[in-house]
């Protein structure tokens, strides 16, 4: 069933066009917008995850294109097609779903079956085809049980074959991983990049796990409160966070809250509220550049330098002394305690010694490792 | 007796404990009185309680009585109607409660089963009163008209019970494989709530069988379901041949009902894991 569309997995590479467009999609439940003026283009071929956290609408969002919902106001396109008015069984997509909803009465082979018997295939082919799906997810020896004799990892398998089979436009993935154990969603990931490879289809998920969207999409679209905070690929979103919601919300970060204090299109100078001087180099991010008014800097724990003594000019520090180790495996976290009263994270760089508990420590950062964000929240 | 405190363990000793002898208690006087029942419809004496020897002339003579043979068919005829209007409604009655919303819904899910609360005689008097006011003539039918009150109450109970538990996206997910909603309906909705339907239908066909009252009231002249015959016959004196009959009703009821159990109790394993 491998398909042979040549697909774009490069940010700026050639546009070979958008499987599904949303234009400004409301979506209103007994008068709360779930789905707040949502635009997204999704490219044809492309892993694109809808990424946010509980309750943003990005499984909403999910459900408008699957047509489970019909949006308040705004417009749905499948290849330039409008979907609004097409029910939810003639639209080229397939979903899987995080409870899977497999067919309790049905066996492995004719949960899979299920679409093509609809589409009066012939026996033969749908043999076949269903035979191809398992071989896909490797469950052929598990073609004759029900869903209840399998375990929840391959339950998902029969999931993604039940809707991979009918050959979707698009698939649609509804949080696929989240039911499964940590060891299983990491095994499974692969897969679905495999996957996705292989059948060069496109793939929508949605998501709450950051780690999971930025390690397996092309791009993604960070979801808040029913509209979409920022859109890119994943090393946009994390290194050039437009929001405070996108920074806080994808990696770990510490924020400082600050004022503009002057501006110039290469250099921002902000002084926080303790009064101490910061310098950040302003990055486009498409919006207004900032000028002035209350910030909030973001700099992630791993570009932070840790150092005995205070930096020469032109860097950001801060000072402090060394509050919490956090072993993370690969890693080793710190914990700073600032004179200032705050707190900050510092990844300590490998061979780094662990320094004694009453040593003052410095923080030291370069301007351009550091955002300013406007401090909306 | 005092509640004992939370954390204290529970150590019971092995022996028999007043629990025990309580619970023998209780299901003595539920159903010794059966056993007697039971005991005296093998006993050769025609009508009286010494024990004149084992028969089972009792079973052969009712077998061979064209009136009882008659009102078991009426019986049958009611509890098979009555239930098979009632799986329909039942279900339907079932599926919308649980998968649309509508003005009112509250109200009509609590009216629903008021019939599981209302007395029997409450029942039957007021499906007779009515019958007599619109003036729609006592028959076979109305009998099957009254007992599809409680007997939907059953099944509607029970199907709602199993959609509750039902993964609400299944219809979703036929619908997204390409079932057109009513193909959605009898393809997934219907075969996931079949066990439940079925046992629904066996519990309101054992109620229907059993129902006395009701259909006295609301039977015309000529019908005469089988509790009805057993009732008129014992009115005169208690004979050993409807002693014989009611172990049989009761021994069918009882296969019955564990038949239902058993249907619905494999269907909600089958479901316990997704």
């Known amino acids: 069933m491998a398909q042979t569309v040549p697909h774009n997995?490069?940010?700026?590479?050639?546009?070979?066009?958008?499987?599904?467009?949303?234009?400004?999609?409301?979506?209103?439940?007994?008068?709360?917008?779930?789905?707040?003026?949502?635009?997204?283009?999704?490219?044809?071929?492309?892993?694109?995850?809808?990424?946010?956290?509980?309750?943003?609408?990005?499984?909403?969002?999910?459900?408008?294109?699957?047509?489970?919902?019909?949006?308040?106001?705004?417009?749905?396109?499948?290849?330039?097609?409008?979907?609004?008015?097409?029910?939810?069984?003639?639209?080229?997509?397939?979903?899987?779903?995080?409870?899977?909803?497999?067919?309790?009465?049905?066996?492995?082979e004719e949960n899979i079956a299920f679409g093509l018997r609809l589409k009066k295939m012939g026996r033969g082919d749908i043999q076949n085809q269903?035979?191809?799906?398992?071989?896909?997810?490797?469950?052929?020896?598990?073609?004759?049980?029900?869903?209840?004799?399998?375990?929840?990892?391959?339950?998902q398998r029969v999931a993604l074959a039940r809707a991979l089979v009918n050959r979707p436009t698009v698939l649609l993935l509804d949080e696929p991983l989240g039911a499964l154990?940590?060891?299983?969603?990491?095994?499974?990931?692969?897969?679905?990049?495999?996957?996705?490879?292989?059948?060069?289809?496109?793939?929508?998920?949605?998501?709450?796990?950051?780690?999971?969207?930025?390690?397996?999409?092309?791009?993604?679209?960070?979801?808040?409160?029913?509209?979409?905070?920022?859109?890119?690929?994943?090393?946009?979103?994390?290194?050039?966070?437009?929001?405070?919601?996108?920074?806080?919300?994808?990696?770990?970060?510490?924020?400082?809250?600050?004022?503009?204090?002057?501006?110039?299109?290469?250099?921002?100078?902000?002084?926080?509220?303790?009064?101490?001087?910061?310098?950040v180099i302003p990055v486009d991010t498409g919006n207004k550049p900032l000028t002035s008014g209350a910030v909030v800097i973001s700099v992630r724990p791993e570009k932070i330098h840790l150092q005995y003594e205070p930096p020469a000019d032109g860097l950001n520090y801060v000072e402090g002394y060394l509050k919490n180790l956090l072993?993370?495996?690969?890693?080793?976290?710190?914990?700073l305690q600032l004179t200032s009263g705050e707190t900050l994270v510092v990844q300590l760089p490998h061979g780094f010694e662990i320094p004694p508990p009453d040593t003052r420590l410095y923080a030291v950062w370069r301007p351009e490792d550091s955002l300013a964000l406007p401090n909306d929240s | 007796m005092a509640a004992l405190p939370e954390s204290q363990p529970i150590d019971r000793p092995k022996h028999f404990v007043w629990q025990m002898w309580f619970s023998v208690l209780m299901f003595g006087f539920m159903y010794l009185p059966i056993f007697v029942l039971g005991f005296y419809s093998f006993n050769d004496a025609p009508n009286s309680a010494t024990w004149a020897g084992f028969t089972l002339r009792w079973y052969s003579k009712f077998f061979q009585d064209d009136r009882i043979l008659n009102a078991l068919f009426d019986s049958l005829k009611v509890a098979f109607s009555a239930v098979a209007i009632s799986a329909v409604l039942g279900t339907l009655m079932a599926v919308g409660l649980a998968r649309y919303r509508f003005p009112g819904k509250r109200l009509y899910q609590n009216v629903t089963y008021l019939?599981?609360?209302?007395?029997?005689?409450?029942?039957?008097?007021?499906?007779?009163?009515?019958?007599?006011?619109?003036?729609?003539?006592?028959?076979?039918?109305?009998?099957?008209?009254?007992?599809?009150?409680?007997?939907?109450?059953?099944?509607?109970?029970?199907?709602?019970?199993?959609?509750?538990?039902?993964?609400?996206?299944?219809?979703?997910?036929?619908?997204?494989?390409?079932?057109?909603?009513?193909?959605?309906?009898?393809?997934?909705?219907?075969?996931?709530?079949?066990?439940?339907?079925?046992s629904g239908c066996l519990l309101a066909f054992v109620l229907s069988m059993d129902d006395f009252l009701i259909a006295s009231f609301t039977a015309g002249g000529g019908t005469n379901t089988l509790p009805m015959e057993i009732f008129s016959r014992l009115r005169t004196q208690v004979k050993p041949d409807m002693n014989a009959l009611s172990v049989v009703l009761m021994v069918a009821s009882g296969v019955v009902a564990i038949v239902s159990e058993t249907i619905r109790y494999r269907g909600e394993q089958k479901r316990i894991r997704h």
Request: charged letters at 20%.
């Open chain 1, 9 to 108: 997995y490069s940010e700026t590479g050639l546009n070979l066009g958008f499987d599904i467009e949303l234009r400004k999609v409301f979506k209103v439940f007994n008068g709360e917008a779930a789905v707040r003026g949502v635009d997204l283009n999704i490219r044809r071929g492309e892993f694109f995850s809808i990424l946010g956290p509980s309750g943003c609408g990005k499984t909403t969002t999910l459900r408008l294109i699957a047509g489970f919902e019909l949006p308040t106001a705004g417009d749905i396109l499948l290849r330039g097609q409008s979907m609004v008015d097409v029910p939810p069984y003639r639209r080229p997509v397939n979903t899987v779903f995080q409870s899977y909803a497999l067919f309790n009465h049905l066996t492995v």
């Open chain 1, 130 to 155: 269903v035979r191809e799906a398992l071989r896909l997810v490797k469950m052929e020896e598990w073609a004759k049980r029900l869903p209840a004799q399998l375990s929840g990892g391959q339950q």
């Open chain 1, 181 to 279: 154990d940590l060891k299983l969603r990491k095994a499974m990931q692969m897969e679905l990049k495999t996957l996705h490879r292989e059948l060069g289809l496109t793939f929508v998920m949605v998501t709450h796990d950051q780690e999971e969207a930025l390690s397996l999409s092309d791009r993604i679209a960070v979801m808040n409160r029913g509209r979409v905070e920022q859109m890119g690929s994943p090393s946009q979103i994390y290194d050039r966070p437009h929001t405070r919601f996108v920074a806080e919300f994808i990696g770990d970060t510490n924020l400082i809250t600050g004022k503009i204090e002057g501006a110039h299109p290469t250099m921002l100078w902000i002084t926080s509220a303790e009064g101490r001087q910061f310098k």
């Open chain 1, 327 to 335: 072993y993370l495996g690969t890693h080793v976290n710190c914990q």
């Open chain 2, 115 to 198: 019939p599981l609360i209302i007395p029997d005689i409450a029942i039957a008097v007021s499906t007779l009163v009515f019958l007599a006011a619109v003036s729609i003539p006592l028959s076979l039918g109305t009998i099957v008209a009254a007992h599809v009150v409680f007997c939907l109450a059953y099944v509607a109970l029970i199907v709602s019970t199993r959609i509750g538990n039902l993964n609400p996206y299944l219809e979703e997910a036929a619908l997204d494989l390409g079932a057109n909603p009513f193909q959605a309906f009898i393809l997934v909705l219907l075969p996931e709530l079949a066990p439940a339907i079925i």
